[in-house]
């Protein structure tokens, strides 16, 4: 069946990096565009990025620009994201998210990032 | 970009209709037929039940349908059941080929 498990997520210092992974399957990943999204604890959804099937078009928003990068790797169906210079404020629950007619057809159970001294 | 404006709460009792709004700019729900709304459950991942402002994905309820005028967006739940409790998120792309969410919207059954 069609499935996205997120792996990577742990508690990292301020200022840190880390490493988020989706793998995907039950479906042909190249084809599609993947997103990343985001919950803080208590909060609502955020949108932080999107990747287009051949990885050429990215996009992100305003609260990670410059410090987050988006890839994939379409030989391993895996999308990434690869976050640099983390925030308290990044902290939260990472869900990786098909973008199938819109973003988020289909979402992984999340990865939960702790940003704290 | 400031997330979309929807009401913090909506309830109703078992078999009424409920509509939650999504008040977006002509930068994003005003201008592009982009809208999508999500349902969300306690601790789970959020689920599709409407894109492209009507169009249910398959496998969702009937009993949610969308439609939109000028920047607000609306979802109309009828016939509330239990299990449509829960949170519930609009999004939108936007004219910075970004997407924007709702600031959600708890809905209770009475």
């Known amino acids: 069946q069609v499935q996205l498990v997120e792996s990577g997520g742990e508690l990292v210092k301020p200022g840190g990096s880390l490493r988020l992974s989706c793998a995907a399957s039950g479906f042909t990943f190249s084809d599609y565009y993947m997103s990343w999204m985001r919950q803080a604890p208590g909060k609502g959804l955020e949108w932080v990025s999107y990747i287009s099937n051949n990885g050429h078009t990215i996009y992100y928003g305003d609260s990670v620009k410059g410090r987050f990068t988006i890839s994939r790797d379409n030989a391993k169906n895996s999308l990434y994201l690869q976050m640099n210079n983390l925030r308290a404020e990044d902290t939260a629950v990472y869900y990786c998210?098909?973008?199938?007619?819109?973003?988020?057809?289909?979402w992984g159970q999340g990865t939960t990032v702790t940003v704290s001294s | 970009q400031s997330a979309l404006t929807q009401p913090a709460s909506v309830s109703g009792s078992p078999g009424q209709s409920i509509t939650i709004s999504c008040t977006g700019t002509?930068?994003?729900?005003?201008?592009?037929?982009?809208v999508s709304w999500y349902q969300q459950h306690p601790g789970k991942a959020p689920k599709l039940m409407i894109y492209d402002v009507t169009n249910r994905p398959s496998g969702v309820s009937n009993r949610f349908s969308g439609s939109k005028s000028g920047n607000t967006a609306s979802l109309t739940i009828s016939g509330l059941q239990a299990e449509d409790e829960g949170d519930y998120y609009c999004s939108s792309y936007t004219s910075r080929n970004t997407y924007v969410f709702g600031t959600g919207t708890t809905v209770t059954v009475l």
């Open positions: 002509s930068s994003d729900v005003g201008t592009y037929n982009y």
């Open positions: 998210a098909r973008d199938g007619g819109a973003p988020g057809d289909v």
